[in-house]
């Protein structure tokens, strides 16, 4: 079982448009989170990390479920530039276990 | 601040030829990870290092793969001798987990071809 499982997608959305990613963890001792988002040919760029209690910034929300053992990333209100990959990283420790990404394209 | 700082950016060599990536990991950050990527595998993780000392190499391809971290400001991923399915984006990237859980921080990358 991998360590980290999200849907590839795509997710093609209109611009305006609300949208939200899962991403389910298997490894109950994991202790932070993390959502990274990647464009075409670029490395990797830390979006926003995750806490318990859930967090916004802007139009983006994270949320945590410990029980369930995923994490949630809600984009309202999408924009062109907001197409991208997302990962989702989960850190048991000192590693770092990346999801394989959810590519979203958000239309005109 | 300066962030990670890769190179070369672009590398194409032959096969057979040895390939040596280089890495600054930001100052103060006392983890490094090298990472592979391809449109097939995704990112994986090949190394990491902890103060300078490789923690865990289990994913490194076979023995023609080293990397080495002789101070806390270059790492090096060395690749001897190379193959075409060496062929990927090979990306550094480094942490501070003396301060909590805090995220990584990635390079720009090294986009490497094998002919």
């Known amino acids: 079982r991998k360590e980290v499982e999200q849907d590839p997608g795509p997710f093609n959305v209109p611009e305006g448009a609300t949208v939200a990613f899962n991403c389910t963890y298997s490894?109950?001792?994991?202790?932070?989170f993390f959502w990274y988002r990647q464009d075409c040919r670029k490395e990797p760029k830390l979006l926003m990390s995750?806490?318990?209690s859930g967090n916004e910034d802007g139009r983006f929300t994270a949320q945590l479920n410990r029980a369930s053992q995923y994490i949630s990333l809600l984009i309202r209100d999408s924009k062109l530039s907001d197409s991208a990959t997302y990962l989702c990283?989960?850190?048991?420790?000192?590693?770092?276990?990346f999801g394989s990404g959810t590519k979203l394209n958000v239309k005109p | 601040d300066a962030g990670v700082i890769q190179s070369p950016r672009h590398e194409v060599t032959e096969m057979g030829q040895e390939v040596t990536l280089r890495c600054k990991p930001i100052?103060?950050?006392?983890?490094l990870f090298w990472y592979r990527q391809t449109m097939m595998r995704g990112l994986e993780l090949l190394i990491y290092?902890?103060?300078?000392?490789?923690?865990?190499d289990s994913g490194m391809p076979e023995d023609r793969f080293s990397a080495k971290m002789p101070n806390a400001s270059f790492s090096t991923l060395k690749i001897q001798p190379s193959e075409p399915r060496d062929s990927a984006v090979y990306f550094c990237?480094?942490?501070?987990?003396?301060?909590?859980?805090?995220?990584?921080?990635f390079g720009d990358g090294t986009r490497l071809s094998i002919l």
């Open positions: 990237a480094s942490t501070d987990r003396g301060r909590g859980n805090q995220p990584q921080h």
């Open positions: 490894n109950s001792a994991s202790q932070s």
């Open positions: 995750v806490y318990s």
């Open positions: 990283v989960v850190s048991p420790l000192n590693k770092f276990y």
């Open positions: 100052s103060g950050h006392d983890y």
């Open positions: 290092f902890n103060n300078n000392v490789p923690i865990d």
